[in-house]
């Protein structure tokens, strides 16, 4: 368990930036481009299904996963993105496995992905610490998707700190009667509904492409390396990514399109 010492661009979006973030696990993920996800802890198997789905679709374009560890939404988010294409953030230290129940997943996150905590070792889950929670796996996201959730649930503090920040909503369409909150945004233009999860994956990439046919190029800049990395390594290639589109550079890093 160790604090994070580089500077996490996205959480400037955050009321004010933490003054301390621990980690265990793999830290180039932050590099990654992330999408956020969170829901309700009781969901319906329509949700369970969209949500994993989704989150399997947006690893295998290398958009990294980030959710709150938590049962429900969470966990199926977790694991559809697999272990290693995930953050979880923690509402305690990251030493305990919170909630026991995935006890299990969080364990593989923290040797093949990355979890992350506001809190020091041993401190315990507390009502106001799943809100600081909430938070930071908002602010990590470049939009949230909240697969499901009633009005005065939880996830309706994460929904506030995305309109605060500015941040996309992204809801799945429910039937009338379920999942008040994210047919409440819909009714008020708050939030995007996702009809076709394909179609929406393609905003951050190609859906489907087979990572073993594709070039060196391609599988080194997966990792989202920055632009001088890869100039040096493939000067020539760089500038024609470019030219196609098939590159963007942001906050100097390299992001396929």
Same mark, same amino acid.
């Given at each position: 368990?160790?604090?994070?010492?580089?500077? @996490?661009?996205?959480?400037?979006?955050?009321?004010?930036?933490?003054?301390?973030?621990?980690?265990?696990?793999?830290?180039?993920?932050?590099?990654? *481009?992330?999408?956020? @996800?969170?829901?309700?802890?009781?969901?319906?198997?329509?949700?369970?299904?969209?949500?994993?789905?989704?989150?399997?679709?947006?690893?295998?374009?290398?958009?990294?996963?980030?959710?709150?560890?938590?049962?429900? +939404?969470?966990?199926?988010?977790?694991?559809?993105?697999?272990?290693?294409?995930?953050?979880?953030?923690?509402?305690?230290?990251?030493?305990?496995?919170?909630?026991?129940?995935?006890?299990?997943?969080?364990?593989?996150?923290?040797?093949?992905?990355?979890?992350?905590?506001?809190?020091?070792?041993?401190?315990?889950? *507390?009502?106001?610490? #799943?809100?600081?929670?909430?938070?930071?796996?908002?602010?990590?996201?470049? +939009?949230?998707?909240?697969?499901?959730?009633?009005?005065?649930?939880?996830?309706?503090?994460?929904?506030?700190?995305?309109?605060?920040?500015?941040?996309?909503?992204?809801?799945?369409?429910?039937?009338?009667?379920?999942?008040?909150?994210?047919?409440?945004?819909?009714?008020?233009?708050?939030?995007?509904?996702?009809?076709?999860?394909?179609?929406?994956?393609?905003? #951050?990439?190609?859906?489907?492409?087979?990572?073993?046919?594709?070039?060196?190029?391609? @599988? #080194?800049?997966?990792?989202?390396?920055?632009?001088?990395?890869?100039?040096?390594?493939?000067?020539?290639? +760089?500038?024609?990514?470019?030219?196609?589109?098939?590159?963007?550079?942001?906050?100097?890093?390299?992001?396929?399109?």
């Amino acid at each position: 368990m160790n604090k994070i010492e580089q500077t @996490i661009y996205e959480l400037d979006t955050m009321k004010s930036y933490p003054k301390e973030i621990y980690y265990d696990g793999n830290t180039e993920l932050l590099n990654r *481009r992330k999408v956020s @996800i969170v829901g309700s802890r009781k969901t319906s198997k329509y949700s369970r299904e969209m949500t994993h789905r989704l989150s399997s679709a947006l690893a295998k374009v290398g958009v990294c996963v980030v959710s709150g560890g938590a049962m429900g +939404v969470d966990a199926v988010a977790h694991l559809g993105a697999g272990a290693s294409n995930t953050i979880a953030v923690l509402p305690c230290g990251i030493n305990i496995k919170y909630p026991a129940v995935n006890k299990n997943l969080l364990r593989d996150i923290q040797t093949e992905g990355l979890l992350l905590s506001q809190f020091k070792k041993d401190e315990k889950a *507390r009502p106001w610490s #799943f809100v600081v929670r909430n938070e930071l796996v908002v602010a990590l996201g470049e +939009v949230l998707i909240v697969a499901e959730a009633e009005l005065n649930s939880g996830s309706m503090r994460s929904i506030e700190y995305a309109l605060a920040m500015g941040k996309e909503i992204f809801v799945f369409p429910h039937r009338l009667g379920e999942s008040s909150a994210t047919n409440q945004l819909l009714k008020e233009g708050k939030a995007k509904a996702i009809y076709d999860i394909d179609a929406f994956v393609l905003r #951050f990439g190609s859906v489907g492409a087979s990572r073993s046919e594709e070039d060196a190029f391609t @599988i #080194f800049c997966q990792a989202n390396p920055t632009y001088e990395e890869t100039l040096l390594k493939f000067p020539s290639r +760089v500038f024609e990514a470019e030219l196609n589109a098939e590159i963007e550079v942001i906050n100097g890093k390299i992001f396929l399109l």
